[in-house]
């Protein structure tokens, strides 16, 4: 059986396959092992007692935790597939409990990836918990795998700082941020409209230049890289497009 996993390149965590991409293998007793090691790129382990055998394939092994196993027994079983001589260990949190995934992640050191089964809804929890990547059932809609890469690309972007180490992998962390950062301003845009229809003077005739000197105070204090002279100019084109979008939704309200 074929699992499939959203590549996620977020965070000092490596990514641990390309979604829709290399093909991943579950071990169980039944599977022949010697057929395995052909065209998969790892195997996937819910038997803990498996472990070693699953290491003499000299594929990453992707360690996933049984609900009754503690994580003594989880981090155990990795450091025995080390011992067996393979060291490509790939920690799996499936139940999900992300407490657990968070203390398997920070006692082991290993990359941990959290498997969601066929819903989206933990994917962003997941990621700012520390996941280095994501698992999905391979039966999940489209909608729910894309909506899982979306979520786990902006609030990566949000919660976890990168630290490329080359050009394109600079050039790709920009691009997940430019992301967020496109969400962000969409909906600030939705709520500057919003208040043009609450305001008694909306639009370019109500702007309020001591509001907007307050906006950008209290945003150098999470920018001190760009401070009040960077954000002063930045904040002044974006508050100045979102009274334009106002005023094209709502050309009557938004100059009145
Ligand atoms: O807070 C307001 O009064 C707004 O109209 C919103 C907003 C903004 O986009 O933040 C827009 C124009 C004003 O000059 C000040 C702030």
Redesign the pocket.
Known sequence: MSVRIADLTIGEGRPVAVLGGPLLVELSPSVELDALAGPAVAVVVDDLALVRAAARLALPVILRRPREASLMEWLTAADRCEAEGNPSVVLCEAVPDLALMKAARAESGRPVIVDLGKDAVLAGAAVAAGADGLLLDPDAPSEVVDAAVEDARLIGAVVRPEAPEDLPQARAAIDRTDAALAVILER?AEL?GA??RL?PV?GFA????E??RK?VAAMAQRAPRLGEPGLRPIMAAV?EA??HAAEREWPARASR
């Open positions: 600030r500057a208040i043009q305001k909306g109500g702007r309020d230049p509001r907007e906006v508050i979102g009274l």
